[in-house]
């Protein structure tokens, strides 16, 4: 992470600026060029403005700790170092909710209900004897408030992976948590 460019801003400017920064992580406005504009030119304040929201959101979703934090800031005069953990310390948890909060956000769709069946087919129309466990799977589903079926029909294979696909769901939400 190159925070390089946050040297420019005069130490007693960085918790302003921070929580600002915070705040767009936050689903609120970024802080106005106009206010910052004479520290940093357009393209140095596009930058800084992308790394640093970069910066937080990896700090808190990769739940670094104070030594790895450091570490990235190593180019960082102590008095920034000091700047940025104590925003990071006192918004931290904000961070993490608004970045669970995004994640949420990918689909409007949630799973209310679901019922499941398992059946034997006993055969089809181009083999006589298949004897081959079906399930048949109905969700319901509610997409923008209003409830929609859906219904799946799934051999022994394709359960197994969606069962797979459940399972690795669900390591990467446990490890948002």
């Not at 400017?13 to 920064?21: A, L, R, T, V, Y």
């Not at 910052?36 to 670094?64: C, H, K, M, P, R």
């Not at 990235?72 to 909060?101: D, T, Y």
């Amino acid at each position: 992470m190159q925070l390089s460019l946050i040297q420019k801003l005069p130490p007693q400017e960085c918790p302003k600026f921070f929580h600002k920064i915070i705040d767009a992580v936050c689903g609120r406005a970024l802080p106005r060029f106009q206010d910052y504009g004479s520290i940093w030119n357009l393209t140095e304040w596009l930058e800084i403005i992308d790394e640093t929201v970069s910066f937080f959101e990896t700090a808190v979703s990769a739940q670094l700790s104070d030594e790895q934090i450091l570490q990235q800031l190593s180019g960082l005069s102590s008095s920034h170092h000091e700047e940025i953990m104590k925003c990071l310390k006192v918004r931290k948890e904000e961070i993490r909710l608004a970045l669970v909060e995004k994640t949420n956000a990918i689909s409007s769709a949630h799973l209310e209900d679901f019922d499941w069946q398992l059946k034997l087919a006993l055969s089809s129309d181009k083999i006589s004897s298949l004897q081959t466990p079906l399930l048949n799977l109905d969700l319901d589903v509610r997409q923008n408030g209003k409830l929609k079926p859906v219904s799946v029909e799934m051999n022994r294979e394709e359960l197994q992976n969606l069962i797979s696909s459940l399972e690795a769901a669900n390591k990467v939400v446990l490890q948002l948590k």
